[in-house]
């Protein structure tokens, strides 16, 4: 097979598992060297499973070593069998898992809710591109009159704050955030997402609340210490050789606790993660960046309230805040970290204009003529800024394409807007990424089912017209969905599992997604399309995340589409042994 032709090899190729590939690689210099070169041409790569046994499946999809593999699970699931997940893994390949009450599957046009597990495993193609796992656990403590049992506690203070400041230094260049919260992480997650966003405002962060996850965690320098190892329990040890990959049946005929040191030694040698296999309390997920293939987009679906023709401007805007109280001390701890005071900035509208007839009002008059109209949220549509005025002649260029969406928050007689992205320091001056909401057009919507189903189905459809307009694949995706918007029929969403159905309807079922119902969703703010606005727009979305409610969010893993019939790879011997030189040093 030596002469056969180069492109030949290469269509051969590309239709060969990652498990059937290391094996072809051993056999030939000249394939090794091809089937490098291949995966460099192919760039990033994602594929899903979810039949038992999940990962072998995914394993037997994928043509690259997998750096990334994204879980969900159900609470059903043995939290030993994560372990395992882990284990069946290249060393390098980052884990992430949810667990949750429902998780959901869409996979060959099947779309389904009662697999208890399933996976999105992949390759996210440039070198350059960073993946890096992080945790954040609360510490317990004892409960005084409950026979020695014990509580987590967390609290965003400043020495926590450090941390994750220190953890995603803005050298890094962050693009990505998934990033999931359980238990009393769920106490600082919006603390925890306006930290991370404020350092990297254009990053997309995209995840939910669950009920636990696992995920894998840098191994400690600490552990290649056989001294520091050997003081660690036997229990602890054989969760660590197992996460990594070790025989089970080893384990059955193991005697000696040294004998446990000596291989969990060996394998930290070559394991750069180990995995964390239950993770109750905490905040944790993975940071992406370099070139990565992420995109996000967000869909709610809201009724507007006002008459379609009516133009509503925001008039005597004045920004307040942030207020920083004092460090307190939890009592009976002094020597705790302090917990920080902070009512975030928060913009108040002092009245609403009608742009149209001209009339003034403040926000309780306006609701009350108009019947209060059962509203649920504020739409703040912004001035476009200098260099994003769009001379398209098909809709409005002077604002955005759409509202921003804010829960109706009241202030007397005022109108309070709340925003974790007003950047303003304590003596009330205002951040230059955030345009005053002086003269922004306001509106007011309403949850409504029929508007929600809508808005997902005509989000998808757009998107898939989008991505195909710009020649990018869709490999696959991730979605968080409100535990409200399914997988079963609700008062609001009438169809089972619409989001899910939504997605699979718009590119025909030949995308493969999975995802979880959240108990709250990360994302970019959710919007409302402008009635004026008939132009295209960007669907895909990237800072100003916020927990959110009753939203579908979507991680996409979108790469340019790849014609081989224009890939030319020079595989000349010489070319051949430089390259075997360099990358196996020998």
Same mark, same amino acid.
């Given at each position: 097979?030596?002469?056969?032709?180069?492109?030949?090899?290469?269509?051969?190729?590309?239709?060969?598992?990652?498990?059937?590939?290391?094996?072809?690689?051993?056999?030939?210099?000249?394939?090794?060297?091809?089937?490098?070169?291949?995966?460099?041409?192919?760039?990033?790569?994602?594929?899903?499973?979810?039949?038992?046994?999940?990962?072998?499946?995914?394993?037997?999809?994928?043509?690259?070593?997998?750096?990334?593999?994204?879980?969900?699970?159900?609470?059903?699931?043995?939290?030993?069998?994560?372990?395992?997940?882990?284990?069946?893994?290249?060393?390098?390949?980052?884990?992430?898992?949810?667990?949750?009450?429902?998780?959901?599957?869409?996979?060959?046009?099947?779309?389904?809710?009662?697999?208890?597990?399933?996976?999105?495993?992949?390759?996210?193609?440039?070198?350059?591109?960073?993946?890096?796992?992080?945790?954040?656990?609360?510490?317990?403590?004892?409960?005084?009159?409950?026979?020695?049992?014990?509580?987590?506690?967390?609290?965003?203070?400043?020495?926590?704050?450090?941390?994750?400041?220190?953890?995603?230094?803005?050298?890094?260049?962050?693009?990505?955030?998934?990033?999931?919260?359980?238990?009393?992480?769920?106490?600082?997650?919006?603390?925890?997402?306006?930290?991370?966003?404020?350092?990297?405002?254009?990053?997309?962060?995209?995840?939910?609340?669950?009920?636990?996850?696992?995920?894998?965690?840098?191994?400690?320098?600490?552990?290649?210490?056989?001294?520091?190892?050997?003081?660690?329990?036997?229990?602890?040890?054989?969760?660590?050789?197992?996460?990594?990959?070790?025989?089970?049946?080893?384990?059955?005929?193991?005697?000696?606790?040294?004998?446990?040191?000596?291989?969990?030694?060996?394998?930290?040698?070559?394991?750069?993660?180990?995995?964390?296999?239950?993770?109750?309390?905490?905040?944790?997920?993975?940071?992406?960046?370099?070139?990565?293939?992420?995109?996000?987009?967000?869909?709610?679906?809201?009724?507007?309230?006002?008459?379609?023709?009516?133009?509503?401007?925001?008039?005597?805007?004045?920004?307040?805040?942030?207020?920083?109280?004092?460090?307190?001390?939890?009592?009976?701890?002094?020597?705790?970290?302090?917990?920080?005071?902070?009512?975030?900035?928060?913009?108040?509208?002092?009245?609403?204009?009608?742009?149209?007839?001209?009339?003034?009002?403040?926000?309780?008059?306006?609701?009350?003529?108009?019947?209060?109209?059962?509203?649920?949220?504020?739409?703040?549509?912004?001035?476009?800024?200098?260099?994003?005025?769009?001379?398209?002649?098909?809709?409005?260029? %002077?604002? +955005? !394409? &759409?509202?921003?969406?804010? =829960? @109706? $928050?009241?202030?007397?007689?005022?109108?309070?807007?709340?925003?974790? *992205?007003?950047?303003?320091?304590?003596?009330?001056?205002?951040? %230059?990424? +955030? !345009? &005053?909401?002086?003269?922004? =057009? @306001? $509106?007011?919507?309403?949850?409504?089912?029929?508007?929600?189903?809508? *808005?997902?189905?005509?989000?998808?459809?757009?998107?898939?017209?989008?991505?195909?307009?710009?020649?990018?694949?869709?490999?696959?995706?991730?979605?968080?969905?409100?535990?409200?918007?399914?997988?079963?029929?609700?008062?609001?969403?009438?169809?089972?599992?619409?989001?899910?159905?939504?997605?699979?309807?718009?590119?025909?079922?030949?995308?493969?997604?999975?995802?979880?119902?959240?108990?709250?969703?990360?994302?970019?703010?959710?919007?409302?399309?402008?009635?004026?606005?008939?132009?295209?727009?960007?669907?895909?979305?990237?800072?100003?995340?916020?927990?959110?409610?009753?939203?579908?969010?979507?991680?996409?893993?979108?790469?340019?589409?790849?014609?081989?019939?224009?890939?030319?790879?020079?595989?000349?011997?010489?070319?051949?042994?430089?390259?075997?030189?360099?990358?196996?040093?020998?």
């Amino acid at each position: 097979m030596d002469d056969l032709n180069s492109d030949l090899i290469l269509h051969i190729t590309q239709y060969v598992n990652v498990l059937d590939a290391a094996a072809w690689m051993q056999t030939s210099k000249r394939y090794y060297y091809l089937i490098h070169q291949l995966r460099r041409v192919l760039g990033p790569e994602m594929v899903v499973a979810a039949t038992t046994p999940f990962v072998l499946t995914a394993l037997q999809k994928v043509r690259q070593p997998p750096t990334l593999a994204l879980c969900c699970q159900t609470e059903y699931v043995d939290t030993d069998d994560n372990e395992q997940i882990a284990a069946q893994l290249p060393p390098t390949t980052v884990v992430l898992g949810a667990v949750s009450s429902h998780i959901q599957t869409c996979l060959d046009g099947d779309i389904e809710s009662t697999s208890p597990s399933n996976i999105l495993l992949g390759h996210l193609g440039h070198e350059a591109t960073v993946i890096q796992p992080f945790l954040w656990q609360a510490p317990s403590q004892p409960q005084p009159g409950r026979g020695g049992r014990r509580r987590h506690m967390m609290e965003w203070d400043a020495a926590l704050e450090q941390e994750v400041k220190d953890a995603f230094s803005n050298s890094s260049g962050y693009e990505v955030f998934i990033l999931y919260g359980c238990g009393a992480g769920c106490n600082v997650l919006e603390e925890f997402i306006e930290c991370v966003q404020s350092m990297h405002p254009k990053a997309a962060l995209v995840g939910g609340i669950c009920s636990s996850g696992f995920v894998s965690k840098p191994v400690d320098a600490s552990l290649k210490d056989a001294g520091i190892l050997s003081s660690k329990s036997v229990r602890v040890l054989k969760q660590m050789y197992k996460s990594m990959g070790g025989s089970a049946s080893f384990l059955a005929t193991l005697t000696e606790k040294q004998t446990l040191v000596e291989h969990v030694l060996q394998l930290l040698h070559t394991h750069p993660y180990v995995l964390e296999p239950n993770v109750e309390d905490g905040v944790f997920g993975v940071a992406l960046g370099g070139n990565v293939p992420i995109r996000s987009v967000v869909s709610r679906g809201v009724k507007q309230l006002t008459p379609p023709d009516t133009t509503l401007v925001a008039k005597e805007v004045r920004t307040e805040g942030p207020t920083i109280g004092q460090d307190l001390h939890p009592a009976g701890a002094a020597a705790a970290p302090p917990t920080r005071i902070v009512v975030p900035a928060f913009h108040v509208v002092e009245s609403i204009i009608d742009k149209d007839t001209g009339k003034e009002w403040n926000v309780l008059n306006f609701l009350a003529s108009h019947g209060e109209m059962g509203v649920d949220f504020c739409g703040v549509r912004r001035r476009r800024r200098g260099n994003n005025i769009n001379n398209n002649n098909n809709h409005n260029t %002077e604002y +955005e !394409d &759409s509202f921003e969406l804010y =829960q @109706l $928050d009241v202030l007397g007689d005022k109108l309070k807007i709340s925003s974790d *992205h007003i950047n303003t320091d304590v003596s009330g001056g205002s951040a %230059e990424e +955030e !345009d &005053s909401l002086q003269d922004a =057009q @306001l $509106d007011f919507f309403a949850l409504d089912g029929p508007s929600c189903m809508k *808005h997902v189905e005509t989000t998808m459809r757009q998107l898939k017209e989008q991505t195909t307009k710009a020649h990018d694949s869709v490999m696959a995706a991730i979605m968080f969905s409100c535990s409200g918007r399914g997988p079963m029929p609700g008062w609001l969403m009438s169809k089972r599992m619409a989001d899910a159905h939504a997605f699979s309807n718009a590119f025909g079922g030949n995308v493969p997604c999975i995802g979880f119902y959240a108990g709250g969703e990360i994302g970019p703010l959710a919007t409302a399309p402008a009635p004026d606005h008939s132009g295209c727009r960007d669907l895909f979305q990237r800072g100003k995340a916020a927990l959110q409610g009753f939203t579908a969010v979507f991680a996409l893993f979108v790469a340019p589409i790849v014609d081989l019939k224009n890939v030319d790879i020079d595989d000349s011997p010489t070319r051949v042994e430089d390259f075997i030189i360099k990358q196996l040093a020998v």
